[in-house]
């Protein structure tokens, strides 16, 4: 992953300074990473950089080479990749340098020159992170990075038993790091954290994305997820007629035909939860803890 990386911005750093459309031959000379690839080895390289980099929003062009337009190139428009100037006051730049502070990713350093060239002041190498942890570690989100750039199929264990998956795009939702894709052909979410033995498969451009996977959908937070009240876990038991309907709901849920679904959620918003727990009627119960079984049932008796 990290030669991927360092490839990929040896050639963005080429295109924005050699200041006129080239071609592939003369980046195939000039770029580190590439020179030391057969013919047929460089291509599929080259096209799944410039892939990359289309994907990650930089504006990949190309251009005649002279004036007959008999060859072309390409070039990275300055003006189209440039960022203007924000205008920040030096408050709003301490602000932003401090929470580039306070965040850091699977505990690794954070990397502070993206703040420093909006005109951030450094307040002090000694400054720690407070908070913010965003979890996950490093290595295995730069793995699956990767995969989802490069449409490379994983595996990994995830809840007991080897998977083998789509990725389709990562994101980040109250303190955890997820994964979005399809396992044999089903969309499915799961949490980094609880994913082990990570493999990244050797063959690019392995899966064509599927239109029904929406990462925001994906990762949109449960209505139970959000309130002021302190969260407790609750567990709540779905019958086999209605558990296939609640495991599209949840997150890193799957349920097996013909059976009952158990599963424990972290609930903020207990009012919203009951809502949506007295949705399936019968066929839901709660089971623990006691209070919010104590709210429901209220509820139901319109007490409350």
């Known amino acids: 992953m990290r030669k991927v990386i360092e490839r990929v911005l040896n050639l963005l750093a080429f295109l924005l300074t050699v200041g006129r459309p080239v071609t592939a031959d003369e980046i ?6 590439y020179g030391s690839s057969g013919d047929e080895a460089f291509r599929r390289m080259f096209e799944r950089d410039k892939d ?7 504006p990949l062009r190309m251009e005649a080479t002279d004036a007959w337009s008999v060859e072309y190139g390409y070039v990275v428009p300055p003006e189209e990749y440039r960022m203007e100037d924000p205008g920040l006051t030096d408050e709003e730049r301490a602000a932003l340098w401090l929470a580039a502070r306070v965040v850091r990713v699977g505990g690794g350093p954070v990397v502070s020159s993206a ?22 570690d490093a290595e295995t ?67 064509e994305p599927d239109p029904e996977v929406n990462l925001e959908r994906a990762l949109r937070p449960q209505p139970w997820e959000a309130g002021a009240e302190p969260p407790v876990k609750a567990r709540v ?9 609640a495991a599209r709901r949840l997150d890193d849920v799957t349920f097996s035909p013909g059976q009952p679904l158990e599963v424990e959620l972290e609930v903020s918003n207990p009012d919203a939860f009951i809502g949506w727990v007295l949705t399936f009627g019968p066929r839901a119960r709660l089971l623990s803890p006691p209070e919010l079984v104590h709210r429901l049932v209220e509820r139901v008796r319109g007490v409350a």
Do not use: C, M, N
Request: overall charge positive; aromatic content about 10%.
């Open 28 to 33: 195939r000379q000039t770029v580190a990473g």
């Open 52 to 58: 990359l980099l289309r994907r990650l929003g930089i």
């Open 115 to 136: 703040v420093l060239k909006l005109g951030g002041a450094r307040l002090g190498d000694d400054v720690e992170p407070i908070a913010a942890d965003l979890g996950a």
């Open 141 to 207: 989100l730069g793995a699956l990075f990767q995969a989802v750039t490069e449409r490379r199929i994983v595996e990994f264990d995830y809840r007991g038993r080897r998977r083998r998956v789509h990725p389709h795009g990562l994101g980040h939702r109250r303190g955890h790091w997820y994964l979005v894709g399809t396992e044999g052909g089903a969309p499915r979410t799961y949490r980094i954290d609880r994913t082990s033995g990570v493999v990244v498969g050797d063959e690019a451009d392995a899966f």
């Open 237 to 245: 038991r779905f019958d086999p007629e209605v558990a296939w309907w």
